[in-house]
């Protein structure tokens, strides 16, 4: 913050109102003071405080209120409450309503001081990642375009020569010579199909997918990434075996993400499984949780790459001969899952098969209508 830092104080004591502004009013802030939850906010969104002070109880509009709708306002003004009935609940519920801190009264000059000073650090490191996330948010959309126009473009005119070339010379080739160009054509389709994953890496915007989050059915979006899999599982002989929970309560989410990340998973399973052998989709509720699993009996993950495998371009050790990849698939499930406000762990053994468990905030009965669908338990997919 360049400039003096605002504080804004919302007491209907004028005694703390006049005490706080005059200690804080040394030359080094801007103070305002308002005397109701009403007048405070009306002055929140002209003075635009970096740092506000909330009386919880006060006639009119309460502490808790003025709160929530500071955070309408602007979520990155921090806010302090103050009161002189503290207690540890309601010390948890201001914090739930997006308090910084808490202060009880009576309070010294110095416990005063020193927590506004936390406040305005506090204040400088939400501002500085603000401005750190714009900063990375212009280099992605940059590399993006390098990438695309740099790479994309060029390699897209290689793949026309190369299929024009095959036409216009079809019948004349030698055995080595389709060979060896059909070697050609395959490695510009692979560099093609890495910068298609690079650039769905890069406009993984999260904030642009939690625009699209709906009340969202488990099963669908399960049943939409088995859909996908299934004829690379029938290829290879490897069923697809499903069992869900029903009923089950809905997720706010993204389905076309949610499903792109699950056939990361179900894909990588069945690609790393063996003939003849099953993978198995299971959902449950776990309290305020839906937890989706992936098991397969496949080639398994060496222990030591077990926390790597969810970093950018980590390709691990699989105990066989190494599989065509990108090693972004499951860097993308995890961004997908993160901005759902989930997790995703894994637990694996080499020659003993792997399991991937996601973990996703449920919907309350309140929230949503429970999950009406249910996929049909698959007993032998192929």
């Not at 000059?109 to 020193?114: G, M, T, V, Y």
Request: overall charge negative.
């Amino acid at each position: 913050m360049a400039t003096r830092p605002k504080i804004l104080i919302i007491d209907d004591e004028a005694v703390v109102a006049d005490s706080c502004s005059e200690i804080l009013g040394d030359g080094n802030h801007e103070v305002a003071a308002a005397s109701d939850g009403a007048q405070g906010l009306r002055m929140a969104q002209d003075f635009h405080p970096d740092l506000v002070f909330v009386d919880l109880k006060m006639p009119g509009m309460s502490g808790f209120a003025v709160l929530e709708k500071l955070r309408e306002i602007d979520p990155t003004i921090v806010a302090i409450v103050i009161t002189g009935f503290a207690t540890v609940n309601s010390a948890v519920d201001s914090m739930k309503q997006g308090a910084f801190d808490f202060l009880p009264k009576p309070f010294t000059p110095d416990e005063l001081r020193l927590i506004t000073r936390r406040g305005l650090e506090k204040r400088s490191l939400v501002l500085e990642t603000m401005a750190l996330r714009r900063e990375k948010e212009t280099l992605r959309e940059h590399f993006a375009a390098i990438v695309s126009h740099e790479l994309k473009s060029p390699l897209n005119a290689v793949q026309q020569n190369l299929f024009a070339l095959g036409a216009e010379l079809a019948g004349r080739l030698t055995d080595d010579q389709r060979s060896r160009l059909e070697r050609c054509s395959a490695r510009v389709n692979d560099l093609m199909k890495l910068i298609h994953t690079w650039l769905r890496v890069m406009s993984t915007d999260l904030d642009k997918v939690r625009e699209n989050f709906v009340p969202t059915a488990v099963s669908t979006w399960i049943a939409k990434a088995v859909e996908v899999v299934q004829p690379e599982a029938t290829r290879k002989e490897v069923d697809i075996h499903t069992d869900l929970q029903t009923p089950l309560a809905r997720i706010q989410g993204d389905e076309g993400t949610l499903v792109e990340a699950l056939v990361n998973i179900l894909g990588n399973a069945v690609k790393y499984s063996r003939v003849g052998k099953a993978v198995l989709v299971c959902a449950r509720q776990e309290g305020d949780q839906i937890v989706v699993s992936v098991a397969d009996k496949g080639v398994g993950i060496a222990k030591e790459d077990l926390p790597r495998i969810f970093e950018d371009f980590y390709r691990g050790k699989s105990g066989e001969a190494p599989q065509p990849g990108s090693g972004l698939g499951l860097a993308i499930t995890r961004r997908i899952v993160e901005v759902h406000d989930g997790s995703i762990s894994a637990e694996s053994e080499l020659g003993q098969g792997s399991t991937f468990v996601i973990r996703l905030p449920a919907l309350s009965q309140a929230q949503a209508e429970t999950d009406p669908l249910s996929l049909p338990q698959m007993g032998g997919m192929r």
